[in-house]
């Protein structure tokens, strides 16, 4: 997708390992999102950032931590991996509050990763 | 709790034929409504979003979906499915910038 660009596209990794997944941003929108992506659950948010070393967490943030160092850069970290976080991640950014969320995110075109 | 439902898991429909994607939601208030569309081995591309005014909006690909106050629906629609159409559909709800929820998706598959 235009302007938001996810790294690696593809990963598969070892049981207790530590991954970091990147997503970059051209955009220069505030708001960036971390969401994994599994049948039967939709899209759930891991974590989220609303400016540069603001994080906070999602509904499924257990095992995953999150740096963001600068404005274009949100990374996610899988501390040791599993089994369970076998998943596909989708990174999205939005607009700031004031501009409104009628705009929606924006998303990247995922992260497929299998932990075995 | 804010939750959003899309019953059909999949749905399939012959080209040419009219399609409805069904969305209930469960919030406060009313929220701010989106549905995307997703092709395989691509991210999530919003199709159209309601926050206020005329309750039948338009979006992209010849998208429509109406809001529903009294049914806490925003179903999509498409008077006539192209093959093309073939993806997972995907309502979301959220009033701010950190509470978006998606629903689990529907699969919808074209027959020629």
């Known amino acids: 997708d235009a302007g938001i660009t996810q790294s690696p596209r593809h990963k598969v990794t070892e049981t207790g390992t530590p991954v970091t997944l990147r997503c970059h941003q051209t955009?220069?929108?505030?708001?960036m999102y971390w969401y994994r992506q599994d049948p039967g659950h939709g899209l759930r948010l891991i974590h989220y950032?609303?400016?540069?070393?603001?994080?906070d967490k999602g509904e499924v943030s257990d095992g995953y931590s999150v740096s963001r160092s600068k404005t274009e850069d949100f990374l996610l970290t899988l501390e040791s991996a599993t089994s369970s976080q076998t998943s596909v991640y989708f990174c999205?950014?939005?607009?700031?509050?004031?501009?409104?969320?009628?705009?929606?995110?924006?998303f990247g075109s995922g992260t497929r990763l299998t932990v075995v | 709790a804010q939750s959003v439902t899309q019953p059909d898991i999949h749905i399939t429909v012959s080209e040419g034929a009219s399609l409805e994607l069904r969305c209930n939601y469960s919030?406060?208030?009313?929220?701010?409504l989106f549905w995307y569309v997703q092709s395989p081995g691509q991210g999530l591309q919003l199709l159209l979003k309601?926050?206020?005014?005329?309750?039948l909006v338009q979006g992209i690909k010849g998208f429509e979906a109406e809001f529903k106050r009294s049914q806490s629906s925003f179903n999509l629609r498409k008077p006539s499915v192209h093959w093309s159409d073939a993806a997972e559909y995907f309502c979301?709800?959220?009033?701010?910038?950190?509470?978006?929820?998606f629903g689990a998706g529907t699969r919808l598959t074209v027959k020629p």
């Open positions: 999205a950014i939005s607009p700031p509050p004031g501009q409104g969320l009628g705009y929606g995110y924006t």
């Open positions: 955009e220069n929108h505030r708001y």
């Open positions: 950032s609303y400016g540069v070393k603001d994080t």
């Open positions: 919030y406060g208030a009313t929220p701010y």
């Open positions: 309601y926050f206020s005014g005329d309750t």
């Open positions: 979301a709800v959220g009033q701010n910038n950190n509470d978006m929820r």
